[in-house]
């Protein structure tokens, strides 16, 4: 069985890049990130494991 085990994300304001690691559910990782960051990231990496890319995609679309 494949597991998600870790997302790339990249600030397209700051060009910052986290990636977060998700070997339990929790968010975590190996650099720090403000709470906005943290929360975003978490969102994302929820609604991946919980729909995929087609719901981040069709959040991303309603958020513009």
């Given at each position: 069985?494949?597991?998600?085990?870790?997302?790339?994300?990249?600030?397209?304001?700051?060009?910052?890049?986290?990636?977060?690691?998700?070997?339990d559910g929790n968010?975590?990782?190996?650099?720090?990130?403000?709470?906005?960051?943290?929360?975003?990231?978490?969102?994302?990496?929820?609604?991946?494991?919980?729909?995929?890319?087609?719901?981040?995609?069709?959040?991303a679309n309603i958020k513009?």
């Amino acid at each position: 069985m494949i597991i998600l085990n870790s997302v790339t994300f990249k600030d397209d304001e700051t060009g910052k890049i986290f990636e977060v690691h998700i070997p339990d559910g929790n968010v975590t990782s190996d650099q720090s990130f403000t709470p906005d960051e943290y929360t975003t990231c978490s969102f994302h990496a929820g609604l991946l494991l919980a729909g995929g890319f087609s719901k981040i995609k069709e959040f991303a679309n309603i958020k513009k």
